[in-house]
Every structure is written in C-alpha cells, then in structure tokens.
C-alpha cells in the first residue's frame, strides 16, 4: 500500500497538514488566555473555547497544561525575537548610530498601548513559574535567555563603537534594559499607574551618556 503523501512527521507523531492549523489556533489562544488570567487561572476549557476546538484536541497535541503553556512561551518568545529582529532591521541608518533606538524598538509595546503586551505578560508568568518550579525551570530559561542575548548584542555592538565604554560588564547592561519593561509591566498590572512614556527619553538619553563616559 502506497504511503499518504499527505502525511507529515511531527513530534514523533504521524499529523495531516491541516491539522497544523488547529495546533497554531490552540498556541494562539493558549497566549491570549494565559496572558489574561494568568497560567494558574488558566483553563484547557476556555483556551479550547477561544480556538474554536474540543479540549481534546489539545491533549492530541500537548500532554497537559503545562506542555501547552511551555510551546505558548515559546511561540511569544519566538513572536518577539522575530519583532525584534524585523524592527532593527528597519530602523533608518542614523549619523550616530545611537544603540538606545535599538533598545527601544525591542521594547514589546509602544506609547499607544494601554496595558502590557501578551508578550510581556507572558514573560512575567515565565518568570514566575521558573522561580516556583525547578522542573519548569529547566525549559523556560533558555527562553529567557534567547531574548536576553539580543539586547546583550545591541550591548556589544554599541561597545565595539565607542557608544557604551568598555569596562561595563555587556551582559549586566542586557539584563537590567531587559528587566526594565518586564518590571514595569508587573507594576502596571498590579495597579500602579504607568509612567509617561515620553518621560523616559531624558531619562536613558542621561544613562546612555553615562555608559558612553565610563567610570
């Protein structure tokens, strides 16, 4: 018998093509939920209802909660490496070259925005079960850390240009800039009212000098 050339070999398992797009609208839906309630407070019931499917067709894709919690970062993380990528990419070449543009076309919500980002939601949940669970630990760090090497690139590159002096340790500037939003946003969210996003041109226009004088 002849094989069904319509058959794809995916995660160890025999998928129809189409099937695909089922696994895309549970991963989507799974972001938008867990982004809104939060991963504990998040339930396989209504994720299945917002992509329109059968809870058990999430389980014919992930194992549990868990599972489909891990390839929703993924794809957030995935989302935002490849903004990040697309927005440096189109940022007009500058006589200065500054590398603060840079950071802040990375950031994961403009001056419009009126709350965090699904992608910054889901950061913090991340972050959060990787302090909670050591299992989940273990596969959430190399997420966070895919992200954390952008900025730290931006870092390097501004470094090699005379634009951040080079005694600063590239990969504690990365972090703090990367922690910056990711803080803002747990603050946002908890209720604090969020600053002005104007107001914080003076304010990395003076860190970006400071790094550029050295110590």
């Known amino acids: 018998m002849a094989s069904d050339r319509r058959i794809v070999r995916i995660d160890g398992r025999d998928r129809r093509p189409w099937a695909l797009k089922t696994r895309e609208l549970i991963l989507k839906a799974a972001v938008e939920e867990i982004a809104e309630r939060g991963f504990d407070r998040a339930r396989l019931v209504d994720i299945a209802k917002r992509a329109d499917v059968t809870v058990g067709s999430i389980y014919t894709w992930y194992r549990d909660k868990a599972d489909l919690f891990t390839a929703a970062l993924d794809l957030a993380v995935e989302e935002q490496r490849s903004q ?3 927005a440096l ?5 500058r006589d200065d070259g500054h590398w603060l543009w840079k950071i802040a076309v990375m950031v994961p919500r403009g001056t419009s925005d009126q709350s965090p980002s699904a992608a910054q939601r889901l950061l913090i949940e991340a972050t959060y079960a ?3 669970n050591e299992e989940s630990r273990a596969t959430i760090l ?9 900025y730290q690139a931006v870092v390097l590159e501004a470094q090699r240009d005379g634009q951040i002096a ?6 504690l500037i990365a972090f703090m800039l990367m922690a910056l939003p990711i803080g803002l946003s747990a603050l946002d969210l908890a209720g604090l009212s ?4 104007h107001h914080w041109l003076a304010v990395y226009q003076a860190f970006g000098l400071a790094l550029e004088k050295g110590i």
């Open 166 to 171: 080079a005694e600063f340790d590239a990969e």
């Open 89 to 93: 990419a189109s940022l007009p070449n």
């Open 130 to 132: 990787a302090w909670q």
């Open 84 to 86: 990040n990528e697309s």
């Open 142 to 150: 190399p997420r966070l850390q895919s992200l954390l090497l952008q």
């Open 194 to 197: 969020r600053p002005d996003a």
